[in-house]
């Protein structure tokens, strides 16, 4: 036995130095800026990326290009948001997207001012010029209205999505569609939703392809409550279930919808959904809780496939969470009931790649971030191929720092790899990715003694993962990153001072 193990142990960390030989390659320090606070990053190219920061002292972002070779700054632009937003607004909290698209660089944000909500873009080309801020759509609340929200996605590469949602006194919801195209600068199409309530359902999850316009009409009502135990009392936590109606079609040129049941327990807790539009069929991914009669409960996904018009059904197939994940998960957390199924995962992120789709949700409580579920779907046959946790187990003190990042995880890929960039108590080196339990990870509660980590999904399944810097003397701090040039780009600080570097994949 003893035998066999050391031959596990030699397995890993042979795999672990043959898949990564590569080291990061580090800038010289720069001088940091206390109230200059680093909150997203792009690498928009082969020679240059870009990092926005947040300007505290003159409450404003600001955009900085930067080159690969050199790490100078090329470019450095103000948004200057300041025209738009109040002096008290919290810009941390702005609801916002950044994205490079044909060599530009797009600012889109929600404005929020008394009872009007509006949509804004802004764009900054290669030499840093910034266009003016230009409204896109704006919403305001009336005597009847409940709520006012805007939902804004990447549609593709060439068009921006922005819905606004408008919710009244009598549970009815008008719902407007915006599609904005980046090369004619100018909105597309506006599409006027049908009225929604809680028979119809109420719209989501909005995805355009293809000329057509997707989403799920779906209802959550309150099933009941549990308790949950903290420190000083017991608590009573309300749990829903979420009645999924329909997937639904827009077809923009003819104007029409049609809408197709989908094959599942629609009184199932919805914890995530996606539709993923492929160029040979419509794709409905969801990870749910189930009940039974007794109200045991069990996690299943679904995968669903259907033709452009939902006319006609392709595939179906229901898959069980492995078993192997349910003894990772079995613990107590607050809740009285800890088996699995029972513990509140949300979603956290998707992404393609080639055949294949991989779908991410996390958990999370008051100030904590724990292990992510990560899933594998085939796109031609609807098999999930692959259950993973990633041992996630991060603690933040929101007002006590200029950094609230330790919970990110940096996501790229390369060819059929998955590879994920977190910070990590060093304790919890010792444990093996593919075998750990989710309860004996330790948590990481500050920047310094803890290690950067690179985990990497091989094709093939396993998972294994190597220490990319150890922080110390300057503090790697997860950023909010985005990418698709087979790298990392990562920050580093020492309170005055502060680095760049990037890992090749």
């Not at 599609?179 to 939703?193: M, S």
């Not at 359902?201 to 057509?212: E, I, L, P």
């Not at 669903?304 to 192997?324: G, M, P, W, Y």
């Not at 922080?471 to 502060?498: S, T």
Request: some cysteine; overall charge positive; glycine content about 2%.
């Amino acid at each position: 036995m003893l035998h066999k193990r050391s031959i596990i142990i030699f397995i890993f960390v042979f795999y672990s130095a043959l898949f990564f030989s590569q080291s990061p390659f580090y800038s010289r320090d720069f001088p940091s800026i206390k109230s200059h606070v680093p909150v997203r990053i792009v690498d928009g190219d082969s020679a240059a990326f870009y990092v926005l920061r947040y300007n505290k002292k003159i409450h404003d972002f600001t955009l900085e290009r930067r080159s690969k070779k050199t790490f100078d700054i090329l470019h450095f632009t103000a948004l200057k948001l300041d025209s738009l937003n109040a002096s008290w607004f919290d810009y941390e909290n702005l609801d916002y997207l950044l994205f490079e698209y044909n060599y530009r660089m797009y600012f889109v944000f929600e404005k929020v001012l008394n009872q009007k909500k509006s949509i804004y873009i802004k764009s900054i080309d290669s030499s840093g010029k910034a266009s003016d801020f230009k409204e896109l759509a704006n919403l305001e609340k009336g005597e009847s209205s409940k709520d006012i929200r805007f939902v804004m996605k990447r549609s593709s590469a060439q068009q921006l999505l922005v819905v606004g949602e408008h919710y009244y006194q009598n549970a009815t919801a008008k719902k407007v569609v915006l599609l904005y195209n980046f090369d004619k600068n100018q909105n597309e199409y506006l599409i006027k939703l049908p009225l929604e309530n809680q028979a119809t359902g109420f719209s989501q999850n909005y995805v355009c392809s293809n000329g057509r316009l997707y989403y799920l009409l779906a209802n959550q009502n309150l099933a009941g409550y549990r308790k949950k135990y903290t420190v000083n009392q017991e608590l009573q936590v309300p749990y829903y279930e979420s009645t999924l109606q329909s997937l639904n079609v827009f077809n923009l040129a003819e104007k029409e919808i049609h809408q197709t049941d989908l094959c599942f327990n629609k009184k199932a807790e919805i914890i995530s959904s996606n539709i993923v539009v492929t160029n040979e069929q419509v794709n409905l991914f969801m990870h749910y809780t189930n009940r039974d009669e007794n109200k045991k409960a069990e996690w299943r996904f679904l995968n669903q496939a259907f033709n452009f018009d939902l006319t006609k059904k392709i595939h179906c197939r229901e898959t069980l969470v492995d078993s192997a994940i349910n003894q990772q998960l079995y613990f107590f957390d607050g809740y009285e009931k800890a088996d699995a199924a029972e513990k509140e995962f949300k979603p956290y992120g998707i992404t393609e790649n080639g055949a294949h789709v991989y779908q991410l949700n996390h958990r999370s409580d008051e100030n904590a971030f724990h292990e992510i579920l990560l899933w594998k779907s085939n796109l031609m046959n609807g098999e999930v191929e692959l259950q993973k946790l990633i041992p996630r187990n991060t603690f933040y003190f929101q007002h006590q720092t200029r950094f609230h990042y330790l919970q990110e995880i940096a996501i790229a890929q390369k060819n059929e790899d998955l590879f994920f960039l977190m910070l990590e108590n060093r304790n919890n080196f010792k444990l093996n990715p593919e075998i750990f339990n989710a309860a004996e990870t330790d948590k990481q509660r500050h920047l310094w003694s803890a290690n950067l980590m690179l985990y990497k999904l091989h094709a093939k399944g396993e998972f294994t993962k190597k220490v990319v810097y150890k922080n110390g003397n300057y503090n790697a701090v997860p950023i909010n990153f985005e990418g698709n040039q087979n790298e990392f780009i990562f920050y580093l600080n020492k309170g005055k001072r502060e680095k760049f570097a990037i890992l090749i994949l």
